[in-house]
C-alpha cells in the first residue's frame, strides 16, 4: 500500500490591521462632508454663517484631504512565518508590497518606548528587517501585552524559521 506523503507547511501569521479604523474615519467624515457641502450648494449657502459658507467648508475639504493623505500612508501588515523565510506584506490604501527575507536577514523583534506629544507613552513590538526598514507588528499602552506579543515573534521566529538566529 502506498502512503501520500503530506507537505503541510507549518505557519504562523501575526497581523496589525489598525489602519482600517483610520480609512474607515475618514471615509465617513468625507462622506458627512460630501453631504453638507451639497446640502449647502443646493441651499445657496448657510444663512446664519454668510459669505463665510465657502471658505469655511473649504478649510473643512482641507482638513479632510490631510487626513485622507495620512490615511493613504497606513497600511495593513501581514507577516507569515514558514520554514522558507519571513513574508511581509503591507497593504496601503491605494497599492501594496510584498517582500520575502530570508530567516538570517531579520533581526530579532525588540519592545520599544514611544512617548507622544502630551507625554503619553505607548509600546510598539518592532521587527527589523534586512534592508533597514521596521516595521511594528503590534502596539500597546500596556507593555506587558506588548511584551508577551514580542516574545511570541521571537518563540515562532525560531521555531519556524530555519536558519534564525537572535
Not at 468625507?30 to 449647502?40: D, E, P, Q
Request: aromatic letters at 10%.
Amino acid at each position: 500500500m502506498v502512503e501520500r506523503v503530506s507537505r503541510i507547511s507549518i505557519r504562523r501569521v501575526f497581523r496589525n490591521d489598525k489602519a482600517v479604523v483610520a480609512w474607515l474615519f475618514v471615509a465617513a467624515s468625507i462622506g458627512v462632508l460630501s453631504c453638507f457641502s451639497y446640502l449647502a450648494w443646493r441651499d445657496g449657502g448657510i444663512p446664519q454663517i454668510g459669505h463665510w459658507t465657502w471658505p469655511l467648508l473649504g478649510m473643512f475639504w482641507l482638513f479632510c484631504a490631510g487626513a485622507a493623505s495620512g490615511a493613504a500612508n497606513l497600511c495593513l501588515l501581514r507577516i507569515e512565518l514558514s520554514a522558507d523565510g519571513v513574508q511581509v506584506r503591507e497593504r496601503f490604501l491605494l497599492h501594496a508590497r510584498s517582500v520575502r527575507y530570508r530567516p538570517r536577514d531579520v533581526r530579532a523583534p525588540r519592545v520599544e518606548r514611544v512617548v507622544d506629544s502630551d507625554g503619553d507613552e505607548r509600546f510598539d513590538t518592532v521587527l527589523d528587517l534586512a534592508d533597514g526598514r521596521r516595521v511594528v507588528v503590534f502596539e500597546s499602552a500596556n507593555r506587558a501585552t506588548v511584551q508577551r506579543c514580542c516574545d511570541e515573534l521571537l518563540a515562532s521566529l525560531r521555531a519556524l524559521c530555519r536558519g534564525f538566529s537572535a
